[in-house]
């Protein structure tokens, strides 16, 4: 499978604003957000849709979520309160085809979302 965009950022080949990296997740500003804080949470490893993540990824999956949290506080809208999101497939508004969390803060949010 060819890379997506955020594999190549995973990969270093293309460029990003990087709020956190280690060995399994990498996390950036979206190029276009939707509030004042919005960052995406990625996982290196290429798994394309939540559906395809298997019980071998509960950890990494467990993981993302940790960097979120961390994201959050490290943007100071932890105690505010923030949305984590998951797009899943082209019903759900996926455009990336590389699992990500969207980490969204700084306004208030909406509920239901739409
Ligand atoms: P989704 O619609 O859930 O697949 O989310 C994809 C997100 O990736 C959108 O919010 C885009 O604005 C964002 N995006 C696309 N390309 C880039 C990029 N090169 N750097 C940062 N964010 C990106």
Redesign the pocket.
């Known amino acids: 499978m060819p890379d997506t965009?955020?594999g190549q950022?995973a990969k270093g080949e293309?460029s990003?604003d990087i709020l956190y990296q280690d060995e399994e997740v990498v996390a950036?500003?979206?190029?276009?957000?939707?509030a004042p804080v919005?960052v995406?949470v990625i996982p290196r490893k290429p798994i394309a849709t939540l559906n395809e993540a298997q019980p071998e990824d509960a950890e990494l999956l467990g993981k993302l979520f940790l960097v979120a949290a961390r994201v959050a506080a490290q943007e100071g809208i932890a105690e505010s309160g923030y949305r984590v999101?998951?797009?899943c497939n082209a019903g759900?508004?996926?455009?990336?085809?590389h699992l990500?969390l969207?980490v969204l803060g700084g306004r208030p949010m909406q509920w239901p979302p739409g």
């Open positions: 965009i955020f950022i293309v990003a950036f500003r979206d190029i276009g957000p939707q919005h995406l999101v998951v797009n759900a508004g996926q455009t990336v085809f990500h969207h």
